[in-house]
């Protein structure tokens, strides 16, 4: 079990530009999950996917933010015309559906500072 | 909506007993949980419990539930500077969608 891992971890930007982040989950795990986090904050869903169907998106999620999930694997999420207000951390998750409880594991998030 | 509280900070000298408390509001909540996390880093699954149960225990984590009054604490025995987090408390009513605190920053005194 290697974990969920992310990559970027960290990400500088200009403001308008676009930027894509990738997101690994534990290989076994079929749901996957996309979170934005600000300082002093706790985590805000942005999305979340089932295989490589995305099942649920929040209103948070412009229509500048999009996610795939093209193969049932792994997932990128893309900012495009970034705004400072883009500046957070997003985290991915992952968890097996079907088990008792839907426990999701998370990576060690992406930093990204929109300048 | 439904909400998760937390005290922001909580400030214990090394050795001692931490308690971080987090009240809930949904009454359809299942599954609560605990999340550490560290600066810069992801978050951590440290344990959660069903709520059927009272107590939970996992070596120096001990998690209380009293679900009459939707209260939740964990509790760090022996508290030590690596215990130094952010530490989050979430409510599920058992699908994908987790409520959480705006969690409760662990200072350790030495």
């Known amino acids: 079990d290697t974990g969920v891992s992310q990559d970027p971890r960290h990400k500088i930007t200009k403001r308008g530009q676009n930027v894509t982040f990738r997101c690994d989950p534990i290989?076994?795990?079929?749901?996957l999950y996309w979170y934005r986090q600000t300082l002093g904050q706790g985590p805000e869903f942005l999305t979340y996917?089932?295989?490589?169907?995305?099942?649920?998106k929040s209103r948070l999620l412009s229509d500048r933010f999009s996610a795939e999930r093209p193969k049932g694997s792994f997932s990128t999420l893309e900012i495009q015309r970034t705004e400072q207000g883009d500046s957070a951390m997003y985290l991915c998750?992952?968890?097996?559906?079907?088990?008792?409880?839907?426990?999701?594991?998370f990576g060690p998030g992406t930093r990204l500072l929109v300048l | 909506g439904e909400d998760v509280e937390q005290s922001l900070f909580l400030s214990v000298r090394e050795g001692d007993s931490s308690v971080i408390n987090c009240t809930y509001t949904?009454?359809?909540?299942?599954?609560l949980y605990w999340y550490k996390q560290e600066p810069g880093a992801g978050l951590q699954l440290l344990t959660y419990?069903?709520?059927n149960m009272d107590m939970k225990q996992d070596q120096r984590l001990t998690v209380l539930l009293n679900k009459k009054d939707k209260h939740l604490s964990l509790r760090i025995a022996d508290t030590q500077t690596g215990d130094s987090a952010i530490y989050f408390c979430?409510?599920?009513?058992?699908?994908?969608?987790?409520?959480w605190g705006a969690g409760t920053k662990l200072i350790i005194k030495p």
């Open positions: 998750a992952s968890s097996r559906s079907g088990r008792p409880q839907e426990t999701q594991y």
């Open positions: 290989s076994e795990h079929n749901r």
């Open positions: 996917f089932q295989n490589e169907a995305q099942l649920e």
């Open positions: 949904d009454s359809s909540s299942t599954y």
């Open positions: 419990i069903f709520s």
């Open positions: 979430a409510s599920s009513e058992g699908n994908y969608q987790l409520i």
